[in-house]
């Protein structure tokens, strides 16, 4: 009997807590396996010369080139329609935007990073994650893959239904001003971008390695909801290779009156998300520093 009760209170003790609750959390690395990753060089020139760059830099296209085309036709299938009862509506042009990410960077992810994004792609610029020459290469294919999926939505919508509908182009709704569409763009796109540091996070993955983190997950669900919130202001851009590629195809004054703020507010909120990650949820700076 004794031997049973002294087996029970080994039991007890024998898997203590994995994870520490509340202030023990944030000190808590001592024995786990990472380390730091070095920054990205901001040239790398040795990049060019290498398959796998060109690899990315495809699939980055691809990648695009099919985003447009999924969420386009879904905003021009709502808009074709007599009644948005009839088709998915608004909720589900958000659910378009948000499962074609999830969908695109599950599959992208192990090849270029699934970025997708040119304000993803200058968010993990300004945070080291990759060299100056592979950001650009991203976004001239990023920006290529949008023109032409918005080309082939025009092709099957045909021209006439698609410039009525506008194109699906970005810009700031009647009773907005420009000032509220910069100001949705900034912070939706920040959602964005936090997110993806976040559910990206090397060290994140190395300290709570025992629970499966599936990160096209979360990101996607930051698509979808960003999408629900900004729809109704400037039809949520997020994504400069998204409104320029509409806007190029669409190519009326409507699609360019406000397009700088497509540009000017994805890279603003890239920025603050990642110089919010880096120093204040990472200290990596300070880090450096001692």
Known sequence: MEAKEQDVSLGANKFPERQPIGIAAQSHDDGKDYKEPPPAPLFEPSELTSWSFYRAGIAEFVATFLFLYITLLTVMGVNRSESKCKTVGIQGIAWSFGGMIFALVYCTAGISGGHINPAVTFGLFLARKLSLTRALFYMVMQTLGA?????????FEGKTFYTNKNGGANFVAPGYTKGDGLGAEIVGTFVLVYTVFSATDAKRSARD?????????????????VHLATIPITGTGINPARSLGAAIIFNKDLGWND????????????????????VVIRA???????
């Open 259 to 278: 397009h700088w703020i497509f540009w000017v507010g994805p890279f603003i909120g890239a920025a603050l998300a990642a110089l919010y990650h880096t």
């Open 147 to 155: 023109i032409c999926g918005a080309g082939v939505v025009k092709g």
């Open 284 to 290: 990596i700076p300070f880090k450096s520093s001692n």
């Open 209 to 225: 390695s025992h629970v499966p983190i599936l990160a096209p997950l979360p990101i996607g669900f930051a698509v979808f909801l």
